[in-house]
């Protein structure tokens, strides 16, 4: 009797391909680590790669698969690395385990993050392009200097918060100064590592996948497409943009509190969260094509690690690096190579029963 062929939808092998190079990745670097042969360099980039291609990938929903140009990206990321790296501190010395106190600061940087994604993304429906690109620029830059600003303690009395001077805070002989103006945080806890970076960016991928590939998403994609045919057949065009910012400024907050837990000081600088730092991840998305959550996560972490591994060559560095974003534009944006990248598909990667022995599976 035979058997029914087993089919898969181009999705499902597009997702599959995608995990499995998640995988390889994982595996790979383990491999590398266990072996010894990585360089003290190189293991100071692990987090950062998972670290930016976690914001890569969230940014993608915004630009890719909604459609709008968002360039406030790295403030998201502030608010989530402060929230983070705040309640860490504050619970230091706590009773409990330590990687309990990391999830909830995990879960606070990306719940906080995200309902500044909410918050911004309520004023700024009905903008587009340009308009658009510009505000959540200036977001990103109030919420850097607003940082830079605050100063706020704790007591027996409870907390305190000042916007001028520490001074001001009137703070108890047995109180303590937790986020010190542009001095930032100190003393936050070293949780992250390669495993913890690596977990969140799978989790962000499958959820970005998922939603995608949803009823949500396919909505989402509609109104990219053409917003005027979208409202017209009864897509509530509000209610999707909150759903996408928000989700996108969670994933961001994550990844700041990531990366603030893999630094013993925290500064609102515009190296780490300026315009600087959105453009940087804006890069990513576009290299990687616009759209594709795969090429998100791998732009982020090629181009991440590419200048280190150019350091070598010297006063070169830059140069060379400048030229492989160049070529690696015009090959994204070529359609022999699109069109070739799309017949590599998962039946010609497994070979399988029925092609063996040319009979069903």
């Known amino acids: 009797m035979a058997k029914k062929s087993i089919k898969l939808s181009s999705t499902s092998k597009n997702n599959i391909v995608t995990y499995a190079i998640l995988a390889a990745i994982f595996i790979f ?16 980039l692990l987090v950062p790669l998972c670290t930016y291609a976690i914001l890569a990938v969230s940014l993608n929903l915004v630009v890719g698969i909604l459609g709008d140009l968002s360039l406030g990206h790295a403030g998201f990321m502030c608010v989530g690395a402060y929230t983070g790296a705040f309640f860490s501190v504050l619970f230091k010395n ?65 907390l305190h918060i000042s916007l001028t001077n520490s001074a001001n805070l009137n703070l108890e002989p047995d109180g303590r100064m937790i986020i010190k103006g542009a001095l930032g945080i100190t003393g936050t806890p070293n949780d992250s590592n390669f495993v913890v970076g690596f977990i969140l960016l799978v989790i962000t991928v499958i959820v970005s996948l998922n939603l995608i590939n949803s009823r949500t998403g396919r909505a989402v994609m509609s109104i990219r497409d053409n917003r005027i045919a979208a409202q017209s057949i009864g897509i509530n065009i509000a209610k999707y943009k909150l759903i996408i910012f928000t989700i996108s400024a969670f994933f961001a907050g994550i990844a700041g509190v990531l990366y603030a837990h ?37 732009a982020a972490m ?18 060379i690096y400048a030229l492989l974003l160049i070529i690696m534009m015009i090959a994204n944006n070529n359609e022999k190579i699109r069109s070739f990248e799309k017949r590599i598909s998962l039946k010609k990667l497994i070979k399988t029963k029925k092609e063996n022995r040319g009979g069903n599976v």
């Open 29 to 44: 670097v383990e491999v590398w680590t266990a072996t010894g042969n990585i360089s003290s360099l190189f293991k100071g």
């Open 94 to 158: 706590s009773e409990g385990p330590e990687w309990l106190r990391f999830v909830i600061a995990l879960l606070l940087g990306g719940i906080v993050a995200g309902i500044f994604g909410l918050l911004i993304a309520i004023p700024v429906l009905r903008l587009k392009g340009d308009y658009l690109a510009i505000v959540t620029l200036a977001f990103g830059e109030i919420i850097k200097n607003i940082v830079n600003l605050l100063y706020v303690g704790v007591d027996s009395k409870g």
């Open 262 to 298: 893999n630094i013993n000081s925290l500064t609102a600088t515009t190296k780490n969260f300026g315009y600087n730092m959105s453009i940087m991840i804006l890069v990513f998305v576009v290299l990687g094509g616009i759209g594709s959550t795969r090429g998100s996560f791998i």
């Open 302 to 319: 090629i181009l991440t690690a590419l200048p280190e591994m150019l350091r070598s060559v010297g006063d070169y560095r830059m140069l």
